[in-house]
């Protein structure tokens, strides 16, 4: 099973879009019940970002070719466990945000 989850993205929220999740996903979620864009909420910012930025700033980018190139070498490096860790940790993240009721729950957290 996995959840899928919407990031407010204004083309996630168009009509159309919305009307399609509505019909066709099981357990939808509407939009007035998605959180705020929280990077407590998105793995990709509370986990594997900063294990990206701590290899791509080792040293100094001179130009933003370097860094697209940085970057594409540097995701394709990540390791799967990184990845995983980010997923597993998810749950208590959504958890904690159903605690608070969708209000801040970064200190209920316990990192």
Do not use: K
């Not at 980018?61 to 990540?78: F, K, P, Y």
């Not at 608070?100 to 957290?109: D, I, V, Y």
């Amino acid at each position: 099973m996995f959840t899928f989850q919407q990031d407010s993205a204004p083309v996630h929220r168009a009509r159309d879009t919305i009307e399609l999740l509505r019909h066709s996903t099981p357990d939808f979620i509407a939009p007035h019940m998605w959180p705020p864009n929280s990077p407590d909420l998105n793995p990709v910012d509370y986990a594997i970002w900063s294990i990206m930025q701590q290899r791509l700033y080792q040293t100094r980018v001179h130009d933003i070719d370097e860094l697209q190139q940085r970057l594409i070498t540097v995701w394709c490096g990540l390791e799967q466990c990184a990845v995983d860790d980010a997923i597993h940790q998810w749950q208590r993240h959504l958890r904690a945000c159903v605690n608070a009721e969708g209000g801040r729950f970064e200190h209920n957290l316990g990192l």
